[in-house]
């Protein structure tokens, strides 16, 4: 770990406070937010739920490490390693359980028909659980070329995925009642607008730049997409489920009404 100036110590420190905060609230939210939605859809509310209490936790111990590995300066201005390592492998535990349930939470919105949702939910959470496993061997090695060729077989799984939403689920997608159907659309693109993001900060090493702000220019970035594709995702979903609820409900009545009605 480099040097660092006050100000990015404070910004790394604060971008995990906010995305800790961020987490808490959501968790809330999708878990009061489960009964404004029709029964056969709190499913994927409960699955946003697990997804935001797990990065929640990991946040917070993300948190307590950042703050134990550094020390204000002796004497100056800014804060010098302590000697405790930072540890980052929270957030590959983190994916491995919250990224399969991603990707289940969008197919679980869709209420499918049942054989055809558990094959996608399975496939799509195997490929998940891979792209992470495979992806850390990677992250940790020490060269470059290690890290290429880890980082190249993670990305197959990831290719899979990303092709399996835009053919199968795209079909699925047309049957989907149309006040959802821009809403699901909308969840995928920030599906891989966001996971597309981590890729990227991968590569970071390869591009030869280190130092402080390598370091602050990742944990931050982090923070942004994790905020975007967990709680922002779960947000959409829950924007899914409600329309299909009041595309659901009979004449006159609301989307709540409907759904307190049924869930009781
Ligand atoms: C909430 C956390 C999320 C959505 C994390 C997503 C992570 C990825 C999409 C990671 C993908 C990777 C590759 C495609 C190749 C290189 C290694 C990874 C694991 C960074």
Same mark, same amino acid.
């Given at each position: 770990?480099?040097? #660092?100036?006050?100000?990015?110590?404070?910004?790394?420190?604060?971008? +995990?406070? +906010?995305?800790?905060?961020?987490?808490?609230?959501?968790?809330?939210?999708?878990?009061?937010? &489960?009964? !404004?939605?029709?029964?056969?859809?709190?499913?994927?509310?409960?699955?946003? %739920?697990?997804?935001? $209490?797990?990065?929640?936790?990991?946040?917070?111990?993300?948190?307590?490490?950042?703050?134990?590995?550094?020390?204000? %300066?002796?004497?100056?201005?800014?804060?010098?390693?302590? =000697?405790?390592?930072?540890?980052? $492998?929270? &957030?590959?535990?983190?994916?491995?359980?919250?990224?399969?349930?991603?990707?289940?939470?969008?197919?679980?919105?869709?209420?499918?028909?049942?054989?055809?949702? !558990?094959?996608?939910?399975?496939? #799509?959470?195997?490929?998940?659980?891979?792209?992470?496993? #495979?992806?850390?061997? =990677?992250?940790?090695?020490?060269?470059?070329?290690?890290?290429?060729?880890?980082?190249?077989?993670?990305?197959?799984? +990831?290719?899979?995925?990303?092709?399996?939403?835009?053919?199968?689920?795209?079909?699925?997608?047309? &049957?989907?009642?149309?006040?959802?159907?821009? #809403?699901?659309?909308?969840? &995928?693109?920030?599906?891989?607008?966001?996971?597309?993001? *981590?890729?990227?900060? *991968?590569?970071?090493?390869?591009?030869?730049?280190?130092?402080?702000?390598?370091?602050?220019?990742?944990?931050?970035?982090?923070?942004?997409?994790?905020?975007?594709?967990?709680? =922002? *995702?779960?947000?959409?979903? *829950?924007?899914?489920?409600? %329309?299909?609820?009041?595309?659901?409900?009979?004449?006159?009545?609301?989307?709540?009404?409907?759904?307190?009605?049924?869930?009781?």
């Amino acid at each position: 770990m480099p040097e #660092l100036s006050s100000f990015q110590y404070s910004l790394v420190y604060n971008a +995990f406070s +906010f995305t800790f905060a961020a987490m808490f609230a959501s968790f809330i939210f999708f878990v009061l937010g &489960r009964q !404004n939605v029709a029964p056969k859809y709190r499913g994927a509310l409960v699955m946003s %739920a697990l997804v935001v $209490a797990v990065a929640g936790y990991h946040y917070f111990r993300i948190f307590e490490s950042w703050s134990s590995a550094f020390i204000p %300066a002796e004497g100056g201005a800014g804060f010098v390693p302590s =000697g405790t390592a930072f540890n980052d $492998a929270y &957030r590959y535990v983190d994916w491995l359980l919250t990224v399969p349930l991603l990707t289940a939470e969008l197919v679980a919105v869709l209420a499918l028909p049942r054989k055809q949702s !558990n094959s996608l939910t399975a496939r #799509l959470a195997i490929a998940a659980g891979l792209m992470i496993i #495979l992806g850390y061997p =990677g992250e940790v090695a020490d060269d470059n070329v290690t890290r290429a060729v880890w980082g190249f077989i993670s990305t197959l799984p +990831f290719v899979y995925i990303v092709w399996t939403l835009f053919t199968e689920l795209g079909e699925a997608m047309q &049957r989907q009642p149309e006040e959802a159907r821009v #809403l699901i659309r909308n969840a &995928r693109l920030l599906l891989l607008g966001t996971w597309g993001f *981590y890729p990227i900060v *991968y590569m970071v090493p390869f591009l030869g730049i280190a130092g402080a702000s390598t370091v602050v220019a990742i944990q931050v970035g982090y923070c942004i997409a994790d905020v975007a594709a967990k709680c =922002g *995702y779960g947000l959409l979903i *829950y924007s899914i489920a409600r %329309a299909k609820t009041a595309a659901e409900a009979p004449e006159g009545v609301s989307a709540t009404e409907y759904a307190v009605a049924a869930g009781d």
